[in-house]
């Protein structure tokens, strides 16, 4: 259950409802004319059963996957999210809605501590992210991220954070007291304004690697995620990334490729992509995509979810693993994802990606 809007915020100036219509709902509507702004929402859920979610594949290790969000929605509004599928099952649309319209758990500490309580024994791990940013904003003021870490040092689970957001560092401080932390930045693109057509409210690249510096300095495990990466528009980044990365203390990398998982982020991504970028460059990113995809920009199995199958994305991965290689990553060969950990972290478990 949803309660009464918490809050409503600044409106934001240069964004305007859009949401692809939402396929669990009967009727969608169109607006007539330019649509109206959309404004900030924030709704708290009081009635949360559950904070630890096994997800669907059994992808890590070799074993299930458990994550906790103590959000849904994300204002970081990356246009190629998968996450954004799970904002229509609250009956919101996957577009802006998802970007505005953010739902806040405030009793997932309380509820983490009493699933561990039950759980702790038969749980090897725990990933905060796959459904939102761990650290949007109103984390600064919520801090529920930091309470379920509170608790996760609590019951010595080892835990990994995903994130885009330079806030992760407020909680150096904990995450020392963690048991084997490790926190990966998502950077796909190595400046803004490669970034931004496709990442528009996300801290800027500069911003993520300042923090990646911070917390590798504070002897917490980091790394980096380039992910996705975008046939036909990011390649060239790959070695910049692995060596600012590494000049920022990274120990682990992995990259993936583009996934769109459903039909209305289709649809989205593209109505961005035409937006923000030449329409050549449109048009050669959907070739590339539909060469990989044997069609068009959705893959049919999720074992081809976040891989490609052409010549030209083998290159892509020599170039990740050559430049992995050089600078001093051991390659890890995963079924699901293409990533390299360091040699000095083999042991550990290794984070995968939420793009
Ligand atoms: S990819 Fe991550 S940061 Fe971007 S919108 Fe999705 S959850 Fe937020």
């Known amino acids: 259950m949803l309660s009464f809007p918490y809050r409503c ?8 409802i859009a949401n692809p219509p939402n396929p669990y709902e009967r009727y969608s509507a169109e607006y007539v004319g330019e649509p109206p702004p959309t404004k900030l929402e924030i709704f708290e859920e009081t009635a949360t059963k559950k904070i630890i979610t096994k997800a669907f594949a059994s992808d890590w290790e070799g074993g299930w996957r458990y994550t906790v969000n103590c959000y849904r929605g994300c204002v970081h509004g990356c246009t190629y999210c998968f996450a954004r599928q799970y ?8 577009g802006t809605d ?4 953010i739902v806040v758990k405030p009793n997932a500490p309380h509820l983490l501590r009493a699933e561990l309580k039950k759980c702790r024994d038969v749980m090897p791990h725990l990933d905060f ?8 904003p109103i984390e600064a003021e919520y801090r529920l991220t930091r309470q379920c870490l509170e608790v996760c ?23 020392k007291s963690l048991s084997k932390p490790s926190v990966f930045f998502s950077l796909p693109f190595l400046t803004k304004e490669k970034s931004n057509p496709f990442e528009p409210y996300t801290p800027v690249p500069e911003a993520r690697f300042r923090a990646m510096r911070e917390l590798s300095d504070a002897g917490i495990t980091t790394g980096i995620g380039i992910a996705p990466v975008i046939p ?6 790959i ?22 998982d459903t039909d209305s982020i289709e649809d989205y991504f593209v109505q961005k992509m035409n937006e923000h970028l030449p329409e050549t460059r449109v048009r050669k990113i959907i070739n590339m995509m539909g060469r990989e995809r044997g069609g068009g920009l959705r893959h049919r ?10 010549e030209q994305w083998e290159v892509t991965k020599k170039l990740f693993e050559f430049h992995s290689k050089r600078l001093g990553f051991k390659q890890s060969e995963r079924a699901v994802v293409d990533r390299v950990e360091s040699v000095t972290n083999t042991a550990e478990p290794i984070q995968q990606t939420l793009f």
């Open 232 to 237: 036909g528009y990011n390649e060239p980044d």
């Open 301 to 310: 199995t999720y074992k081809e979810r976040m891989t490609g199958k052409t």
């Open 129 to 136: 992210s796959f459904a939102t940013d761990p650290y949007l």
């Open 239 to 260: 070695p910049g990334l692995l060596e600012r990365a590494k000049e920022c203390g990274a120990e682990r990398a992995f990259m993936s490729m583009l996934h769109i």
């Open 98 to 101: 998802f970007e505005t319209k």
């Open 153 to 175: 040092a609590e019951f010595r689970v080892p835990v990994a954070i995903v994130t885009k957001s330079p806030l992760v560092t407020r909680d150096i401080d904990l995450l």
């Open 9 to 16: 915020d600044s409106v934001a100036s240069v964004r305007h």
């Open 87 to 94: 904002h229509e099952y609250l009956g919101y649309g996957a």
